[in-house]
């Protein structure tokens, strides 16, 4: 889960920094000291999940979630009992106060993560296929994505470029091959390399260190042989 965390309090920021640090699904993207920081970061990236404090100059935790049309899951962490009963009447995951130990950290945290992983188990059919598409920040816009496009994906640190089929340009978003892995159905999309992920359906052949796909070649690593195996067994 891809997380964010806004608080104008450097220390809290770096305690939930030191936390977050401590759970393996969690992907830190941001630490925001403003409501506005954290607007332009789910402006630009996909954000699951934000640990949000409440008192904040400007405009505060609860007027940032309300205004936010397609809401992340939340997690309030505040010093301030009293509003509480404002937060789960907008329907959080949990709300901390201040300080947090870690154990009830960890407990909303798996909370939150047990929510996600319902949600992404949603998104299944009964045929076992996925929704077949993705929506992916690029060029200063949220494009929609089938999968069935896709030829394949190359990673580039913070960022992925996206091939796709007839098209002579890739897409270049910021999100790490990591988080973008974790959106495409596990059938049809194979990691192949640190820094590539193939689409099984434009897959030509496979020769060693290197696999062809309609208009290009893209590289396989040994350490990805076990992939590499199981892809051909689904070939076969």
Same mark, same amino acid.
């Given at each position: 889960m891809r997380c964010i965390i806004i608080d104008d309090e450097p220390l809290a920021l770096e305690l939930l920094e030191d936390n977050i640090k401590k759970i393996d699904r969690l992907e830190l993207v941001a630490s925001c000291r403003s409501a506005a920081q954290a607007m332009q970061v789910m402006h630009e990236q996909q954000v699951d999940l934000i640990f949000c404090d409440i008192q904040m100059p400007g405009i505060t935790g609860l007027q940032l979630v309300k205004s936010l049309s397609q809401k992340p899951m939340i997690i309030f962490i505040t010093a301030y009992q009293e509003f509480a009963m404002d937060g789960f009447e907008l329907d959080v995951v949990d709300y901390l106060l201040k300080p947090v130990p870690l154990e009830r950290f960890l407990k909303a945290c798996n909370k939150a993560l047990h929510l996600f992983d319902m949600q992404s188990r949603t998104q299944v059919t009964e045929t076992g296929k996925t929704r077949g598409h993705l929506f992916v920040h690029a060029d200063y816009n949220l494009i929609r994505i089938s999968h069935d496009e896709i030829t394949y994906i190359e990673g580039l640190k913070d960022y992925v470029?996206?091939? /796709?089929?007839?098209?002579?340009?890739?897409?270049?978003?910021?999100? $790490?091959?990591?988080?973008?892995?974790?959106?495409?159905?596990? @059938?049809?999309?194979?990691? $192949?390399?640190?820094?590539?992920?193939? @689409?099984?359906?434009?897959?030509?052949?496979?020769?060693?260190? /290197?696999?062809?796909?309609?208009?290009? !070649?893209?590289?396989?690593? !040994? @350490?990805?042989?076990?992939?590499?195996?199981?892809?051909?067994?689904?070939?076969?």
């Open positions: 470029k996206l091939f /796709r089929k007839d098209q002579p340009k890739p897409l270049l978003s910021r999100i $790490t091959i990591k988080a973008l892995e974790e959106q495409l159905p596990a @059938n049809q999309f194979f990691r $192949t390399h640190k820094s590539y992920i193939v @689409n099984l359906g434009y897959i030509q052949s496979i020769r060693k260190g /290197r696999i062809k796909l309609e208009g290009a !070649e893209v590289p396989y690593s !040994e @350490n990805y042989k076990e992939v590499i195996d199981r892809m051909i067994g689904k070939a076969v």
